[in-house]
């Protein structure tokens, strides 16, 4: 089956969910949905470009073999108006309170996620990752004119060698024409 890509990947949302290692785990997972995402900010998932490693011999100015080593994959982009629970959630700390009491204290520890991600589209579709590593940081600007609390994300997806594809490689992410969930 051959699909056109969209060449507009326009951001409906973002979810985390268990990480899980099969279609059927995909269909029942439950999702999270997560802070609002910075326009200003480009949200991406790029594949790095492959080490290459050239064996030469003397005679030849060419080489007489190329082997490639894949490189890894990162999905960057950041979080905004992230309630307390939500921050606590993402960076890790705690929340308590409510209203004019509300709390959040941030933790001293920093907080790595193992998570499965979903990026639901705006017409109907999603990419999604089956098992993601990464972390959520704290960028506060205050008393700028544009002062505004940010939590940029970096996940890297992790291949699970029991979720394989149709030729049996490990996958790291799969896009769907439609969200099944």
């Known amino acids: 089956m051959s699909e056109i890509v969209r060449a507009k990947l326009r951001v409906a949302g973002i979810d985390f969910a268990p990480t899980f290692a099969t279609d059927v785990a995909l269909a029942a997972a439950v999702w999270v949905e997560q802070p609002l995402t910075l326009k200003d900010d480009e949200i991406s998932m790029v594949e790095g470009d492959p080490t290459e490693d050239a064996v030469y011999t003397h005679e030849l100015d060419t080489p007489v073999d190329v082997d490639y080593v894949g490189a890894l994959t990162t999905f960057i982009g950041t979080f905004i108006k992230a309630t307390f629970d939500q921050m606590a959630s993402l960076l890790g700390g705690s929340a308590a309170g409510a209203g004019d009491t509300a709390v959040y204290k941030h933790s001293g520890v920093k907080k790595v996620h193992d998570t499965a991600i979903r990026i639901r589209l705006k017409?109907?579709?999603?990419?999604?990752?089956p098992m993601a590593r990464g972390t959520v940081q704290y960028?506060?600007?205050?008393?700028?004119e544009n002062g505004r609390l940010k939590l940029p994300f970096k996940f890297i997806p992790v291949a699970q060698t029991d979720y394989v594809d149709a030729n049996g490689e490990p996958i790291d992410f799969l896009i769907q024409n439609k969200a099944t969930v």
């Open 123 to 129: 017409d109907g579709g999603a990419v999604i990752i």
């Open 139 to 144: 960028n506060g600007t205050y008393g700028a």
